[in-house]
């Protein structure tokens, strides 16, 4: 999570006078034998691949051996803001969005299931605070992207954001979208698909704003300054989103400033697996669960470092990335190529004179080390809740007990959880909260890690981790939980 902070937009937009030059209909047949039809712009084409980009700003991807028939067509125009709902809608349930509309943004709230009167007043409000979030966004982004001369335009299509309040609807959606490629669905909070040209977001993740954040500047950069599908490295897309990132509403940080999050973990945390030559060189550190935490890490580091200590040569880079077609080609060996050639170093050096640039920025800008928790306290904030729990450990029996207290984050609904306390050696305990009220705190009583994981002998230990799980009150999963609670989240029976 580098560098792609405030989302960008300045003057407004009317999309219903927009034209949608060259679109043709294109007949193809699918990879299940049948024959297609779709009305497009080919967007690009290249690695046996043409890119078909339709109305309303999503892309299909079409072998070109398989494409049969072109034929020029009319312009149609591009989708408006409204039309767009109504696709979104279509979608993911019309009775189960929420949208609204500014400008060029449409936000889409998706539901985990019936509103209540103060449910639907509830996501009014929340999605007001969504728009206004973005619309905070461009500005930061904007007047950034300005002082760095990127090649900035207006985004042709309505820039769409979808809040799923339901993580297994999100999980579903991210599976979809990716095809199962990159990091697995439940390790992503959130995503923007340069296919769709949506942004896709937990609800949960909208505490803070620091992942919507992220993404948003992937989705601005993708529609104001790059073309989609275009072979932009991945450490410059993340370098430029983790820039951006921070905690809040307000957007209050940009690339060209220290993020005291990213700095702390350059600092301290030993980075082994991968190099700044390695993400330069290709982009696979980024595509899997293991090594992408480390690779945000050099992608914020190495971008910081070329937009405080190379001005004019980022500015250039940028500008060459901006011309880059889609489904464009670009061997490793180029990559290295064109960024020496740019910057006019070695990524090897710019990376040795790294550490003593952050050490002056650091003091220049006084930024300070991020808090440290207290020794025997864990704060989880994970499936709509913040869960605070205090551990001590019997001096005779080596066993943990347990108690804190748990807070219904969500900002739409009353939710049931399920929380659980597992040791490092297999015991665990839990409690299961019953429709707690939005904003409201209950605590969680005093309780020995008694209870025994599958596969596991318990015993002492010196350890723990917090589990959550959250479900609608009154629904079959809450009436299970009352009738017998369930194994920690992330744990399995063994009984077949």
């Known amino acids: 999570m580098r560098h792609n902070y405030g989302v960008l937009l300045g003057a407004s937009v009317c999309f219903a006078a927009a034209s949608f030059a060259s679109a043709d209909t294109f007949t193809y047949t699918n990879a299940e034998g049948e024959q297609q039809t779709v009305e497009a712009r080919l967007h690009g084409s290249g690695q046996e691949m043409h890119a078909l980009l339709k109305s309303d700003g999503r892309i299909e991807l079409v072998p070109q051996a398989a494409v049969e028939k072109r034929e020029p067509g009319d312009d149609p125009a591009v989708m408006t803001p409204d039309e767009m709902v109504e696709v979104l809608s279509e979608r993911f349930g019309k009775e189960l969005v929420r949208s609204t509309t500014d400008k060029r943004y449409v936000v889409v709230f998706v539901a985990a299931g019936p509103l209540d009167r103060r449910g639907e007043t509830r996501v009014i409000g929340f999605l007001r605070k969504v728009t206004r979030f973005l619309n905070n966004v461009d500005k930061v982004f904007t007047r950034f992207a300005e002082d760095v001369e990127f090649p900035l335009h207006d985004p042709e299509f309505p820039l769409v954001t979808v809040v799923f309040e339901s993580d ?4 579903k959606f991210a599976e979809e979208s990716t095809g199962g490629q990159g990091l697995s669905a439940a390790r992503i ?9 949506w942004l896709a977001i937990r609800l ?14 992937h989705q601005q950069m993708y529609n104001r300054i790059f073309q989609r599908l275009t072979p932009v ?3 410059f897309d993340e370098g430029i989103a983790t820039g951006f990132e921070n905690n809040g509403e307000r957007v209050d940080i940009h690339p060209a400033k220290i993020n005291s999050q990213y700095a702390w973990l350059a600092k301290n945390i030993p980075v082994d697996d991968v190099s700044w030559t390695d993400i330069v060189d290709n982009d696979a550190s980024f595509t899997g669960d293991i090594l992408a935490a480390e690779s945000y890490i050099e992608a914020w580091s190495l971008h910081w470092m070329l937009v405080t200590q190379h001005e004019e040569a980022y500015s250039q880079f940028v500008q060459e990335l901006a011309a880059r077609s889609p489904l464009e080609e670009l061997p490793s060996e180029k990559r290295t190529e064109r960024f020496q050639a740019v910057f006019g170093e070695s990524v090897a050096d710019i990376a040795d004179e790294f550490p003593r640039v952050l050490d002056v920025g650091i003091k220049r800008q006084k930024v300070r080390a991020p808090a440290r928790p207290r020794t025997g306290w864990s704060l989880k904030e994970d499936r709509l809740a913040s869960v605070e729990i205090h551990a001590v450990v019997d001096a005779s029996s080596g066993k943990m007990r347990m108690e804190g207290r748990i807070k219904n984050a969500s900002p739409i609904r009353p939710l049931t959880f399920h929380v659980a306390v597992v040791t490092s050696s297999g015991t665990y305990t839990d409690w299961v909260i019953d429709s707690l009220n939005v904003n409201s705190t209950a605590p969680l009583p005093g309780k020995i890690a008694a209870k025994t994981l599958p596969g596991t002998i318990g015993g002492p230990a010196s350890q723990f981790v917090v589990r959550v799980q959250s479900t609608l009150p009154g629904s079959e999963t809450a009436k299970q939980w009352e009738r017998d609670a369930p194994l920690p989240e992330g744990f399995e029976s063994t009984d077949e």
């Open 168 to 171: 297994d609807d999100f999980n």
């Open 189 to 197: 909070a959130g995503f923007y698909s340069p296919l769709t040209n």
């Open 204 to 217: 949960d993740e909208c505490r803070t704003f620091r992942v919507p954040l992220h993404e948003a500047i």
């Open 233 to 235: 490295p991945k450490w």
